[in-house]
């Protein structure tokens, strides 16, 4: 089954200590693209990957790494989280830049 | 910087109701929008992608239509039922952006009562 898979789902975690969410798509799409959700805000965009090892900022990266060292993983790193980032985030992937978006199932994160 | 506005925030009807949903943005040079819904709790599922080239894009029950020049969308949903319940968001994707980035509304909130 073509899918976007995200680990994990549900995390709750503490201020300053590092995180990675994982990322993976099956569809050998060349684009990702990590979102995140806020209530009121809508979903921004974090940073984005149009194929491997080429990745650039978003509108909100403050916080915020990436990496895309293969075509089917782009993990997203918080390298010290803090409360500010809790949040749902979203991996996304399509074939090219411009093509339909395929949205993983989300992660929730709170960071106390 | 493109903005989305997605008119009503929510909306709620019965069973078998025709109804739109409407989205606006303000810079109409986009390549595409691509129309999703959201169930509570879970990621966006991707309805109808219309190229900036098509007035209309057809799948199912649902419809999209793009006027790219006076910057609107809508989405039009023929006999609803509960199961379309659910939050519906546009997001038209920018020319000058280089195609990399949706911009997405705040969404509609859609509730059908049997």
């Known amino acids: 089954e073509a899918q976007v898979t995200q680990n994990p789902r549900y995390l709750i975690t503490v201020t300053g200590k590092k995180l990675t969410v994982t990322c993976s798509q099956n569809?050998?799409?060349?684009?990702m693209s990590w979102y995140r959700q806020d209530p009121g805000l809508g979903l921004r965009q974090i940073y984005y990957?149009?194929?491997?090892?080429?990745?650039d900022k978003g509108d909100v990266p403050e916080g915020y790494k990436v990496s895309r060292k293969e075509k089917r993983n782009f993990p997203l790193i918080l390298e010290s989280p803090s409360p500010n980032q809790t949040s749902l985030y979203f991996c996304?992937?399509?074939?090219?830049?411009?093509?339909?978006?395929?949205f993983g199932p989300g992660t929730r994160l709170t960071v106390l | 910087k493109q903005e989305v506005t997605q008119i009503p925030a929510a909306l709620s009807v019965p069973e078998g109701e025709n109804l739109v949903l409407n989205c606006s943005f303000t810079?109409?040079?986009?390549?595409?929008l691509q129309w999703f819904r959201q169930d509570p709790g879970k990621g966006l599922t991707s309805l109808l992608l219309?190229?900036?080239?098509?007035r209309e894009q057809t799948s199912g029950r649902l419809n999209a239509s793009l006027d790219k020049s006076s910057g609107r969308s809508t989405l039009y949903i023929a006999a609803s039922q509960p199961g379309d319940s659910a939050t519906y968001l546009c997001?038209?994707?920018?020319?000058?952006?280089?195609?990399?980035?949706?911009?997405f509304g705040t969404g509609t909130r859609l509730l059908v009562s049997p």
């Open positions: 997001a038209p994707r920018d020319v000058n952006t280089g195609f990399q980035k949706l911009v």
């Open positions: 219309i190229q900036s080239s098509q």
């Open positions: 990957s149009m194929n491997v090892e080429v990745t």
């Open positions: 810079d109409s040079a986009i390549y595409n």
């Open positions: 996304a992937s399509s074939r090219l830049a411009g093509d339909t978006q395929y």
């Open positions: 569809m050998n799409h060349e684009y």
